[in-house]
């Protein structure tokens, strides 16, 4: 332990070459470590190598530097993008004051250890289900516009943006550059990917590079990557340009390009083949209307034949005499119900009359009515003195009843 003694105050300070030195120990003290990561910077100077080594799974990254002594005994093929192994010690520059990490051993990841780790990914986003069949969305049969996202001034770009326009020359691209390869290349796609999905306009993403080693190709294996394009609305379009190596962007996107020329032609119709396919069906159309206006045009020949058609006077001259036998039927039937009805009326008119009051009037008889109108059945009802209006048969006469008894009522 450190003496507290001996420890710097504000009144009695080291000097810095103290504190350098102190913490030139502390890292000395550290020892060796074996550290695993990917390459992203590797330059040469003076046979001496300065490169910087990144974390696979977090943004972490520490510098390194590998002594031309040390860089003989190294394999040949190492470079930025590789996915290496590393022997560091801490190294502490007391004069400079910097700090570096001095590598001792290097070498590859065993392509076995990387790709049992890709399968292991590969099973467990296909247990979440971003592979299934059921949520690929179809690609549009004529895109608006068409998002890319690929390297600047690469070879996928041209290719791409080339056979699309020879196959619909009026086709509309938006671009978004992004590194392909590298500690950037992760980050960079992303973020690409996202602003053409926020675009409205963007009918679907081609995400294009134009094939490479094993080891560059696992940028589109990268679990964020790979989850970012699962969670696109836009149909996606993955065209890394290789056949040996499947990335786990192959999987989950929506359509698989075995190259960024075939990734032209599987999103944007040949506008020849499309006229084409026009011409051909206008054809058949034309066929097909002909053969049915000719066949409409016989079956009118052969209706028009028929001696029903050829001669429509024959069915006045049939139905004449039929239709004047009805005529004079009708005419008889309808006399006959006329002078039936006529007889009726006489026989009810006469029982009418006979049972009419003003035939009662008429035989000399008449109905006398009381003040208050009603008819007088009863002499007792007409006191004397009492007001009547006899009706006779050919009008109406006032009296009045006099003071004589009434007369005997006459057994019958």
């Known amino acids: ?54 974390d696979l799974g977090v943004d972490a990254t520490v510098g390194f530097t590998i002594w031309s002594s040390v860089k003989s005994k190294l394999p040949d093929d190492l470079k930025q993008g590789d996915r290496v192994v590393a022997l560091l010690k801490p190294n502490y520059w007391v004069k400079g004051g910097t700090l570096s990490m001095q590598v001792f051993e290097m070498r590859h ?43 600047k001034d690469s070879d996928a770009e041209k290719d791409v943006l080339r056979n699309a326009q020879l196959r619909w020359p009026s086709v509309e691209f938006r671009v978004e550059h992004a590194a392909v390869q590298g500690d950037r290349a992760v980050g960079e796609v992303i973020a690409a990917l996202a602003k053409l999905d926020a675009d409205p306009e963007v009918d679907v993403i081609i995400i294009a ?25 836009t149909p996606i379009v993955s065209a890394i ?35 084409s396919r026009v ?31 050829a001669a429509s006077s024959w069915i006045v001259e049939v139905r004449s005499e039929e239709l004047t036998r009805w005529v004079a039927r009708g005419s008889e039937l309808v006399d006959r119900a006329f002078e039936r009805a006529h007889t009726a009326v006489v026989e009810l008119s ?22 208050g109108g009603a008819v007088l059945r009863r002499s007792a009802d007409a006191a004397p003195g009492t007001p009547l209006l006899l009706t006779v048969a050919d009008g109406t006469v006032g009296t009045t009843v006099d003071g004589a008894a009434p007369p005997k009522r006459v057994a019958r």
């Open 209 to 233: 590079r134009g094939g490479g080693d094993f080891q560059n190709l696992l940028v589109f294996s990268d679990e964020a990557l790979v989850r970012a394009a699962a969670a696109a609305s």
């Open 241 to 275: 340009g290789h056949e040996a190596d499947r990335p786990l962007l192959d999987d989950v996107a929506d359509l698989r390009a075995s190259t960024p020329t075939d990734a032209a032609k599987r999103v944007v119709p040949d506008v020849a083949e499309e006229l």
């Open 1 to 54: 332990m450190t003496d507290s003694a001996s420890l710097p105050t504000a009144d009695a300070p080291w000097p810095v070459s103290v504190f350098a030195d102190k913490v030139k120990g502390w890292i000395d003290r550290l020892g060796t470590a074996w550290v695993e990561g990917e390459i992203t910077q590797w330059g040469v100077s003076g046979g001496n190598v300065y490169g910087k080594l990144k």
């Open 350 to 371: 006469g029982q009418l009359r006979a049972l009419s009051p003003q035939r009662t009037l008429d035989r000399g008889y008449a109905i006398a009515q009381l003040p």
């Open 109 to 151: 990841i065993g392509i076995g250890d990387l790709l049992e780790r890709l399968e292991k990914l590969r099973q467990k986003l296909r247990a979440e289900g971003l592979f299934d069949d059921d949520r690929k969305k179809p690609l549009p049969f004529l895109p608006h516009r068409i998002g890319l996202v690929t390297g």
């Open 279 to 309: 011409q051909q069906a206008r054809a058949r159309i034309g066929t097909r209307m002909t053969g049915l206006i000719s066949t409409e045009i016989d079956r009118i020949g052969q209706l028009r034949s028929r001696p029903v058609l």
